[in-house]
């Protein structure tokens, strides 16, 4: 598959995308305002996630950062320029309009996600990377939950995906107690899945993406399904929606490729169908 990108100038855009061994890496660029997301940005991220959520040619993704942080959230100075032109309303539209439409499809398409946190995760930046999957992060990086530093409520599936990976009362704390957690903390508290070199994480990164990609694309999409799945269900509900995971799992191809190479003791080989 040959690499792509969104523009002809792709260097200069807020949002790259590149498309090549099945994995689609969307690069926040924005260095020089630290990846942070104004207007412009958020509707490119926005396009980009439910494009590479729809395309059948992607089988991962992996979301980054330029520079040296990851994302720091909403773009304050485009914010305070709002704020004070009397475009308040245009402020906080940008949850349904940007946020939520990204984060739901980076949380919701059936297929392996993860960030490779270059540096500095804050606000939204933090959200969208805990809605990934896995979160490789660089020893030099950190996460802060930083809204209620500006007298804001959490968005972008904070709410949500914080108390499932530390539980409410450490969630809590975390909002309402902003400060960076740095690397080494966020790997006991589960932030974090594994700290890497900032030399190497994103080549680290990129290799573990790729072997996503070459799984059973169905097969890894229906389990992150029946994950998120469970998470607001009863036992009860969450086993028949498994059931129906098996149903569909199991008459895929890559299901038969799979147990005729296990008879002939063989490696599969996945063609994510």
């Known amino acids: 598959m040959t690499s792509t990108t969104t523009t002809p100038d792709a260097s200069q855009a807020p949002v790259l995308l590149d498309v090549s061994e099945g994995v689609a890496t969307i690069t926040l660029n924005r260095p020089d305002a630290m990846n942070s997301l104004d207007v412009a940005?958020?509707?490119l991220l926005r396009e980009i996630v439910q494009t590479v959520a729809e395309d059948a040619a992607v089988r991962a993704v992996l979301l980054t950062g330029t520079g040296r942080?990851?994302?720091?959230?909403?773009?304050?100075k485009e914010h305070v320029q709002l704020l004070h032109s009397g475009g308040s309303e245009a402020l906080f539209s940008t949850v349904d309009e940007h946020y939520n439409p990204i984060v739901t499809a980076l949380a919701g398409m059936a297929k392996p996600v993860v960030?490779?946190?270059?540096?500095?995760?804050?606000?939204?930046?933090?959200s969208l990377a805990f809605a990934c999957d896995l979160r490789l992060v660089a020893d030099t990086a950190g996460f802060n939950l930083a809204f209620a530093n500006v007298g804001l409520s959490c968005?972008?599936?904070?709410?949500?995906?914080?108390?499932?990976?530390?539980?409410?009362?450490?969630?809590?704390?975390?909002?309402?107690?902003?400060?960076?957690?740095?690397?080494?903390?966020?790997?006991e508290l589960g932030l974090a899945t594994s700290l890497h070199s900032p030399d190497t994480l994103a080549e680290e990164a990129r290799a573990l993406a790729v072997r996503l990609a070459a799984g059973p694309t169905v097969a890894l999409g229906s389990i992150r399904r029946s994950v998120a799945y469970a998470a607001g269900h009863t036992f009860a509900e969450a086993v028949a929606f498994e059931s129906s995971m098996m149903q569909l799992t199991g008459a895929t191809e890559d299901h038969r490729a799979a147990v005729d190479a296990f008879v002939a003791k063989q490696k599969p080989v996945f063609e994510g169908r």
């Open 115 to 126: 960030a490779a946190v270059n540096g500095v995760a804050a606000g939204a930046g933090a």
């Open 69 to 76: 942080a990851f994302c720091t959230g909403q773009d304050l």
């Open 155 to 187: 968005d972008t599936g904070a709410s949500y995906h914080l108390p499932l990976l530390v539980g409410r009362a450490k969630a809590l704390e975390l909002l309402y107690l902003p400060r960076t957690v740095p690397a080494a903390e966020a790997l």
């Open 41 to 43: 940005t958020k509707v």
